[in-house]
């Protein structure tokens, strides 16, 4: 890689460590319901700013997309993203380190998923990491920060564990069809009227643009999934982007040590390190 790529790929990894910490002032002084609500709201602010450069994802095929039936598996990721994000700060209240950590195990479960219902034969070194990630996510939950989950927490943490799974087959489906500009606007409004649904107040509508901590989020939230889309079409392989948004669970997880005295700093590196080890063969192995 050159030294570029490099320095968008720490750019990503930044940007995906800062998220979760962005995030938990939210988690811990607002209902959960608004995180999702403000996430959406900034991300179609984005996608409206973006849209006279990027309109012609949308409209030079606008026919095909709006009567592709995978345009329903878009629908599907807003309304999950909805309560995943709900979920993941129900989760982030009690523990950050575990907030982050559950998207490996995701990452090995969309993996199977994708190869076992999707064509590709899995290899034996990623069915033994995806059998690591089971037994590191059970570690995880009697020798982790995850083991001061409440009963509650610990549930949303496996729920949200297998919806996030799901995006990694939604996504493998419904970008290829209907491409990620019309994938990212369609789940962004879907969750938007979700949380419109479940009765977001005017209040609510007011700290999103005046409360400085609710703003920042949803600003950095949206500037960062627009960063990663950019960097995995015009600048890093997919893969690569993949391994660098990993590699910032550990820098969480250490800042979670050392800020909300989530367990100590060896016990995170450990778990850190060890999920790294296990993800670089499913997320670098292109076949199988």
């Known amino acids: 890689m050159s030294v570029f790529q490099i320095f968008i790929g720490f750019l990503l990894l930044l940007a995906w460590a800062a998220r979760p910490i962005l995030y938990r002032p939210?988690?811990?002084?607002?209902?959960?319901?608004?995180?999702?609500?403000?996430?959406?709201?900034?991300?179609?602010?984005?996608?409206?700013?973006?849209?006279?450069?990027?309109r012609h994802l949308l409209l030079d095929d606008w026919k095909k997309i709006l009567f592709s039936p995978f345009i329903l598996i878009?629908?599907?990721?807003?309304?999950?993203?909805?309560?995943?994000?709900?979920?993941?700060?129900?989760?982030?209240?009690?523990?950050?380190?575990?907030?982050?950590?559950?998207?490996?195990?995701?990452?090995?479960?969309?993996?199977?998923?994708?190869?076992?219902?999707?064509?590709?034969?899995?290899?034996?070194?990623?069915?033994?990491?995806?059998?690591?990630f089971g037994a590191l996510g059970a570690a995880f939950l009697i020798k982790g920060d995850a083991k001061r989950l409440k009963k509650k927490a610990k549930t949303a943490f496996?729920?949200?564990?297998?919806?996030?799974?799901?995006?990694?087959?939604?996504?493998?489906?419904?970008?290829?069809?209907?491409?990620?500009?019309?994938?990212?606007l369609v789940s962004s409004v879907v969750m938007f009227i979700t949380s419109l649904i479940h009765g977001i107040s005017k209040q609510d509508f007011k700290h999103m643009f005046l409360n400085r901590q609710i703003a920042y989020a949803g600003i950095f939230y949206a500037a960062s999934e627009f960063l990663v889309i950019y960097a995995s079409i015009n600048i890093l392989p997919v893969s690569?982007?993949?391994?660098?948004?990993?590699?910032?669970?550990?820098?969480?997880?250490?800042?979670?040590?050392?800020?909300?005295?989530?367990?100590?700093?060896?016990?995170?590196?450990?778990?850190?390190?060890?999920?790294?080890i296990l993800a670089l063969p499913i997320i670098l192995m292109k076949n199988g």
């Open 26 to 54: 939210a988690a811990k002084y607002f209902p959960m319901k608004m995180s999702s609500a403000f996430t959406s709201t900034w991300l179609m602010l984005a996608l409206i700013i973006t849209f006279p450069l990027l």
């Open 74 to 132: 878009s629908i599907y990721k807003g309304a999950m993203l909805f309560y995943s994000i709900e979920l993941s700060q129900f989760v982030n209240r009690e523990s950050t380190s575990s907030s982050v950590f559950l998207s490996f195990i995701a990452l090995a479960l969309g993996a199977l998923a994708n190869n076992l219902f999707f064509g590709e034969g899995l290899r034996v070194v990623k069915v033994l990491c995806i059998l690591g």
């Open 158 to 184: 496996w729920v949200l564990t297998v919806i996030m799974a799901s995006y990694t087959v939604s996504d493998h489906l419904a970008i290829p069809q209907i491409g990620w500009y019309a994938h990212l």
């Open 240 to 276: 690569i982007v993949a391994v660098f948004l990993r590699l910032s669970v550990p820098v969480v997880m250490i800042y979670s040590a050392m800020r909300y005295h989530e367990q100590s700093i060896k016990n995170q590196l450990i778990f850190g390190i060890c999920a790294i």
